[in-house]
Every structure is written in structure tokens, then in C-alpha cells.
Nanobody, 115 residues
Framework: QVQLVESGGGLVQAGGSLRLSCEASRDIFTINAMGWYRQAPGKQRELVGTITSGAYTNYADSVNGRFTISRDNAKNTMYLQMNSLKPEDTAVYYC?????????WGQGTQVTVSS
């Protein structure tokens, strides 16, 4: 099991940057698959990107080149650096950890991008 807590959301103008953090309640070194998802009002939750224990990353086309996922195993924390933010990036952002086929979710953090 793991508890995940996101932080770092807020209100930012278009073109700005934010960094989200996802702190885990246990070591993440052995968690192979972690990722970020987002859910905008009236829309389904969608994948933003993932990172493996070997730091291999994969991103949705909509954020590729603007967002970067990283992980600091010593701090049990995963990050989402978001640059060149657009109004369409407005959503609740969730972190996810997949442990032996079971998905664990954080409570989410709101990101609002104003035009």
C-alpha cells in the first residue's frame, strides 16, 4: 500500500509555469510505474504522462515538450514540471502509483490557467 499526497497547484497565467509534487508514504524505489493524470470539468480523467523506476518517461501528445515528469527516490517524491501552460491545461491533477496491478491515487490538486 501507499498513500500519495499532491501539492503545488494553483492559479497561473497562460505561458507560466508550475511544479507539482507527489509525496508517497513509503519508498518509491521499487514502484515501477508512476504517473500523472488530470481531469477537467465535464471530461474524463486522462493520462498526462508516466515514469518508470528507471526514469523512462512517456507523455500525452498534448503536453509533450511542455511538461516533464521526474522522481526523487531519496525523497519518495515524483514531480510534474509544467511550462508554457495553456488554459486548456486547467484541471485537477492526480498522481498515480501502480503496485502489483493495483492503482493508488492521490486526492488531487487544482491547476487553473487564466488566459
Amino acid at each position: 500500500q501507499v498513500q500519495l499526497v499532491e501539492s503545488g497547484g494553483g492559479l497561473v497565467q497562460a505561458g507560466g509555469s508550475l511544479r507539482l509534487s507527489c509525496e508517497a508514504s513509503r519508498d518509491i524505489f521499487t514502484i515501477n510505474a508512476m504517473g500523472w493524470y488530470r481531469q477537467a470539468p465535464g471530461k474524463q480523467r486522462e493520462l498526462v504522462g508516466t515514469i518508470t523506476s528507471g526514469a523512462y518517461t512517456n507523455y500525452a501528445d498534448s503536453v509533450n515538450g511542455r511538461f516533464t515528469i521526474s522522481r526523487d527516490n531519496a525523497k519518495n517524491t515524483m514531480y510534474l514540471q509544467m511550462n508554457s501552460l495553456k488554459p486548456e491545461d486547467t484541471a485537477v491533477y492526480y498522481c498515480n502509483a501502480n503496485i502489483r496491478g493495483y492503482s493508488y491515487w492521490g486526492q488531487g490538486t487544482q491547476v487553473t490557467v487564466s488566459s
